[in-house]
Every structure is written in structure tokens, then in C-alpha cells.
């Protein structure tokens, strides 16, 4: 039985496992890159990793339209796009240098609560009072564990929300995106950008003439190429890997199941993120710190149950 005849609860059921899946190999990639945030720059090692993951991508062009699906009408959308998805993922990338894994993750999770905002504004969906109150109580468990204006204040806790942020935006431009350009094409263009401004900020910076910082996020952005070890490489390299067979993975749990159903089980991610910060780095969230994780959680499971409901 194909999977377009099988029955919508056994299409879920497979949906939720392939998203469990993707999810479980990105949050390798996050592991790889907080290992290797304090000897080598960030522009750096996505260099090595978007040119390990263009034959990956081709593959899945070429499986998902071919070619031809690259160059579109869309074509130019898709590369702003990638812009986006760039400042989205660096902010991420940056804020893993210095956080911990768990608190990256999580202020990374207010991606639902702006998508849910801005969908108000350009894709002209109604949210109700419910899912508003919702969303206040969402930004209430991000400013817990960013702290503003407290002693424990650390700005590099604002990075994942501007990736929480920029996030929000590519999704809206992907859900218009969507119903004509393939979802391997949108990969490409946004793997594409990600190599351009590597090498352009390697350009720059790969001398390590800024390299005078000690904050852990700016050393990661400003520090010079280093020779990697054979070991170190790999990590590079197998992050362009995991990132292809994450989207493919991810893809594929949203092609065959509904979104709505599936979604909730991004908050995988911070299970791992738990648990490989503990296991590397001995972190450990501290109570105000599982305050914020859960109210965040809730209000975005929450206003993901009444989306699907609204539906």
C-alpha cells in the first residue's frame, strides 16, 4: 500500500516518527557546533558544511522536480529567503557558544509564538483572545530566562530569540512559497546563501584580524580559520550530512502528515538538548530557567491545539 492510500491515523503515526527522527539527527548538528564553538570560527565550519551538502541537495532536487525547479518565477523570493534563514540559524549558532544547550533551545521556541503574530499581519488568519493570551504568556516565560535588567543578564540569550524570529518569518514566506516552489528547491537557495555569506564573512574575518574577543559568541564569529585536525573535519563535514538527512527526514514528516498534529513533536528537540547538556558540559537548567521552558512549551502547544481546532 502506497503511502498516499494508507489510512490518515497510520499516515500520522508515520509523520510523528519521521519528525521525531529529524529532529534527534539536527540536535547532533547543535552538539557538533557548541564542541566546536571554542577552537574554530562559525563561518568556517558553514562553509564546510553547506559544500558537503550541495550534492545531498541535488539529489533531492532532482528526486523532487528536478533542475528545472531551481530556476522559477520564485527563484529570487527563495534566495531572500535564505537570507533570513541565515540570520536565523547564525543567531542559533552563535547563542550555542555561549548558553547552554537547553536555554538555546528553548528561547529558540518562540518561533511558534511570532509565526502565529505575523501570520496576523500577511497571511491575514484571525487568532482569537485565547491564543492571544496565550501568546502574552509565552514572551512572559522568555523574559524569565532572558532576565532583562537582572544580575544574571546575558545578551547573548537574545540571540536565539532573534532566531526565534527570523524563523517565524521564513516559515511565512515558505507557507506562500509553498504552492509553487518544491520544498528541495526552498533547501537549496537556503544552503546556497548560507556558502555565499560563509565565504564572504570568511573573506573578512578568516585572517582573525577581529579576533580580540573573549565573549564566547563573538569569538565564535570573529575568530581566524584554524587548521582543523582529521578528526575536527569530519565533524565539519558530517554536519553538511546530517543537515541533508534532517531535511529530508522533516520533509518528509510534513509531506505525509498532518502539521498539526505533527508540529508539537518539534519540542523533541529540547529532550536532547537536556540531555547533551548534562552528558558534555555537566549543565543543568536551574528553576526559573524549567519555569520559563515550561511556559513556553505550553503556550505553544497550546495555541498549536487551537489552530488545529480553528481548522
Not at 539529489?59 to 522559477?72: A, K, P, W
Not at 532573534?162 to 506562500?176: V, W
Request: contains cysteine; neutral net charge.
Amino acid at each position: 500500500m502506497s503511502t498516499a492510500t494508507q489510512p490518515l491515523p497510520v499516515r500520522n503515526a508515520a509523520g510523528v516518527a519521521f519528525l521525531i527522527a529529524g529532529v534527534a539527527v539536527f540536535s547532533v548538528q547543535d552538539l557538533i557546533l557548541k564542541l566546536l564553538s571554542g577552537a574554530y570560527p562559525l563561518h568556517q565550519a558553514m562553509v564546510l558544511r553547506s559544500l558537503t551538502a550541495i550534492p545531498f541537495l541535488l539529489l533531492l532536487v532532482h528526486l523532487d522536480g528536478g533542475l528545472r525547479s531551481l530556476f522559477t518565477p520564485g527563484t529570487r523570493a527563495m534566495i531572500w529567503r535564505g537570507v533570513v534563514m541565515f540570520v536565523a540559524y547564525t543567531a542559533y549558532y552563535l547563542a550555542l557558544a555561549a548558553l547552554p544547550m537547553a536555554t538555546t533551545v528553548a528561547l529558540y521556541f518562540s518561533a511558534p509564538l511570532f509565526i502565529t503574530i505575523l501570520s496576523v499581519f500577511f497571511l491575514s488568519e484571525t487568532v482569537g483572545p485565547r491564543r492571544w493570551i496565550a501568546l502574552m504568556a509565552g514572551f512572559a516565560g522568555v523574559l524569565i530566562m532572558v532576565r532583562p535588567g537582572g544580575d544574571l543578564f546575558e545578551w547573548a540569550a537574545l540571540l536565539p530569540v532573534l532566531s526565534g524570529f527570523a524563523y517565524a518569518i521564513s516559515m511565512i514566506a515558505a507557507r506562500r512559497l509553498g504552492s509553487t516552489e518544491s520544498a528541495a528547491a526552498l533547501a537549496f537557495w537556503g544552503n546556497a546563501v548560507f556558502l555565499a555569506a560563509a565565504l564572504a564573512m570568511s573573506a573578512i574575518l578568516g585572517t582573525g584580524a577581529f579576533a580580540s574577543e573573549t565573549h564566547p559568541s563573538l569569538a565564535f564569529l570573529l575568530r581566524g580559520w584554524v587548521m582543523p585536525t582529521g578528526f575536527d573535519l569530519m565533524l565539519m563535514m558530517a554536519c553538511g550530512v546530517i543537515a541533508a538527512a534532517g531535511l529530508t527526514l522533516l520533509t518528509q514528516a510534513y509531506r505525509i502528515g498532518e502539521a498539526s498534529v505533527v508540529t508539537p513533536f518539534e519540542y523533541t528537540g529540547l529532550l536532547w538538548s537536556v540531555i547533551y547538556g548534562w552528558a558534555f558540559w555537566q549543565q543543568w537548567p536551574t528553576m526559573p530557567d524549567w519555569a520559563g521552558i515550561a511556559i513556553i512549551i505550553g503556550a505553544g502547544l497550546y495555541i498549536l491545539w487551537r489552530e488545529r481546532s480553528a481548522s
